[in-house]
């Protein structure tokens, strides 16, 4: 992974610095709220439901088991024992005391972390599929690209003030795992003609209360052009964004409404101003780069481990959990492993610290200390021998955190919810509970088969409710809770917003409703291989709607 | 009837404007007002901003449920109690039972 060279511990430190005499010029009145609050939010501390909130930035994903370790030590010392993954690929801490932010700020930095540009109408966090240097299915490993994109965009003085936040997603395989469609720059990575590198890049894709699918502004954007153009965009953004209007101030907006190719048009009139200039991307420094990604010194292994193959014909719970959590790998005998973050009855994507520690203690016995978090709220193992997969699965057992259903129905995205957001409407994570619990049977999940439960507390969309399979939206109604269900939706290659499938229900209805969905899907798939969105896209809304409908007559 | 929150600036914590005019971490303890003392709460409040005190201050309105006074809106409910659900309830729990 990426080491930071002088300059990045410089950089880093003296915005620790910068940000202790800010947080001690607040405490003694030097600096009024609204002075203040600029200046923590760009270091990633909000004022939430309960208590400060500080986001510390992962950037794409990317963590070693050192660093884990950190975040378990602040964990403990200095909140209330756990943190929570988000769907940014971040982890947020809930219960930060104000004066002690510039010491937990400085113990990131002691470990290559920070939490610049986690917040505000900047760049944020550049995001990458989860499975970035182990998938069989990648042109290359993406990060490097994310990491030049993340230093570009560190600070970037004409870029710190945009009309709304910005977020970039990059993925290097065939199978979008990024989300890329939904940001409003994505990145997928391609080869031309020639076999050169470069990248198809989509605009002005998002979800909230404008969602769209992303437009392809460019087909093949050559490697070299990947700063040279991305500025351009931001260029064009910062220009005509909309500054009147904060849900109109996205780039998704500024597309929808100015038209597409304008905006393209602009776009490339800008990038032909400066594609030559210092932005030109030289071959040496993306080696350069690239070579502090490099893989793991892999062992020449059989595609087949007689090992794993054995366990997994002795013991059931081993192979539920090979099945549903063990991705292939492009090394011959190794694999990419999920680690739940969404046992039966808890909080997605919540690690308490002892979790965290035993995560780093298993990533360095059969993993080379390597993590990911990925949007879905998990932690992966991007490297794992697959002779080493029983040994992983019984240490993950011990700590708890064997549940085998990444991608399944209980595997759900979900917000923080009413329990903490300030902007919520309405409870996320008792939404997401009663389902994990309603579903729990491992067997029964596995015979539904892939199935993405999306949960958001408000229309803000921070559990991608507009793409999921089954999207749940929270909303108020007359001062109580309520909630809005969508089919449909896909964050992947085949992009799609998901479908209104009716009024709604109340809390204790929603788990009954997913129910009655599922058991709808059962019902008309043509098999096993047919899964929820393949039979979505086969039948449409109508099944799924008349059944639920009938469902809210009867009660 | 309304009470008077806000969020204490050097920890953040969720406190209530008493009686005396102090922010303390009970709603049990909060002052229970109408609205003309609401306002004058408020006044108040804000001078306890201006002395770093306190941040975002705002009334909320309460009702009586069940014999005992609580906020009318779920986000202030939850607001009073803390989380509802999983590892972050039971942690709140047992730092209510410790406090």
Redesign the interface.
Known sequence: MYVYDDFDHQFVRARVAQFRDQVARRLSGELTEEEFRPLRLQNGVYLQLHSYMLRVAIPYGTLSSRQLRKLAVIARKYDKGYGHFTTRQNIQFNWPALKDLPDILEELAEVEMHAIQTSGNCIRNVTADHFAGAAPDEIADPRPYAEILRQWSSLHPEFSHLPRKFKIAITGATTDRAAVRFHDVGFTMKKNDAGEIGFAVHAGGGLGRSPFVGFELRDFLPEADLLGYTEAILRVYNLYGRRDNKYKARIKILLHEVGRETIRDEVEAEFAQIRDTALKLPKADVARIAAQFAPPAFEALPEVSAIETAARAKDPAFDRWVAANVAPHKAAGYASVTLSLKPVGGVPGDATADEMEAIADLADAHAFGSLRISHRQNVVFPHVKRDDLPALFEGLVAAGLATANAGLVTDTITCPGLDFCALANARSIPIAQAISQRFADPVRQAEIGPLDVKISGCINACGHHHVGAIGILGVDRKGREFYQITLGGDAGVDARLSDSAGPGFWPDEVPGAVEIIVATYLALRTSRAETFLDAYARVGLAPFKAALASEEKAA | MQIVTA?R??????VFRDADGRWVESFAAAAVLDAAAATAALEAAGRD?A??LI??PYAVDVISEDGRLAP????EK??VS???????AA?HAA?SRAA
Do not use: Y
Not at chain 2, 82 to 88: A, I
């Open positions: 969020n600036l050097i920890d953040g914590r969720v901003v002395v770093r941040v975002e009318k809106a779920m986000r939850i607001r803390g989380p509802t659900s999983g590892s972050e942690a730092l």
